[in-house]
């Protein structure tokens, strides 16, 4: 899943529910976060169904952080809080848990706007010993900056996030991606050559999948508008070309 091949991981996480104990609850636990990265809506419809089978602290505590992310996700976010807050509560029995539980708590604090660089919960999150867990919390801190009109703080948050690309075999793109298209979209608007820069080495090392065609569309569009307004139109003129054969639908 972490490599943005999701066909793939639903096949072979087909029939997860019936797995023997000891695998079943992470496979419960990825195959509802998949669901999820496709359709939040199905991802609380099917957590609901396999509710039951999680008895571990470690699978309880990764079930209610799936139901808050899908329920956030679509701005549910009285359920999502009461799914987080049964989280918190196992947060000391996980490992790294209060580090995830601050990654959560920032994601809300985006969606609600409440934009507080300085959050106690924000250093918790960045420090999360999962790369893409902590590519992610910097580009969540960079749009806080972002809402504070802190634009040099925003790009380089949005670096950091994408400073991980390439760095790891196990990062999960999904994560990074995002930020990519973001730190290009920025660059190009701003005409910021660093920026730029930094975006083109992060898209150049990442493995891009259809599943991340949304952002490597936006990605590769931005950069081509980036050399077109330098003078570089052949450049622009390939980036452009690539970017319409990668076109959502």
Not at 64 to 74: I, P, S, Y
Not at 150 to 170: E, F, I, Q, T
Request: with cysteine; proline share 3%.
């Amino acid at each position: 899943m972490r490599s943005a091949h999701y066909d793939t991981a639903h096949d072979l996480l087909e029939g997860c529910e019936d797995w023997p104990a000891e695998f079943r609850e992470h496979a419960l636990v990825l195959k509802a976060e998949l669901i999820g990265r496709r359709d939040a809506i199905a991802a609380v419809s099917y957590l609901a169904s396999v509710e039951d089978l999680v008895a571990s602290s470690e699978g309880q505590f990764a079930l209610a952080l799936q139901f808050g992310k899908a329920h956030a996700a679509v701005r549910a976010f009285s359920q999502a809080e009461a799914r987080y807050a049964d989280a918190r509560a196992l947060a000391h029995a996980v490992p790294h848990g209060l580090n995830t539980m601050a990654y959560h708590d920032l994601r809300m604090r985006w969606f609600r706007r409440e934009c507080d660089p300085g959050a106690a919960e924000v250093a918790l999150a960045v420090a999360h010993p999962d790369p893409s867990i902590a590519s992610s919390a910097y580009a969540f801190r960079a749009w806080l900056h972002a809402g504070r009109e802190d634009y040099a703080a925003h790009v380089a948050d949005l670096c950091r996030a994408v400073a991980v690309a390439g760095s790891a075999d196990d990062v999960d793109l999904a994560m990074i991606t995002p930020s990519i298209h973001a730190l290009a979209q920025f660059g190009f608007e701003t005409a910021d050559v660093d920026a730029i820069a930094a975006a083109r080495r992060a898209s150049d090392a990442v493995a891009w999948t259809p599943d991340l065609g949304i952002n490597h569309y936006f990605t590769i569009r931005a950069l081509g508008w980036d050399a077109f307004m330098r003078g570089r139109a052949g450049e622009a003129q390939w980036a452009f070309k690539d970017a319409r054969m990668r076109a959502p639908a």
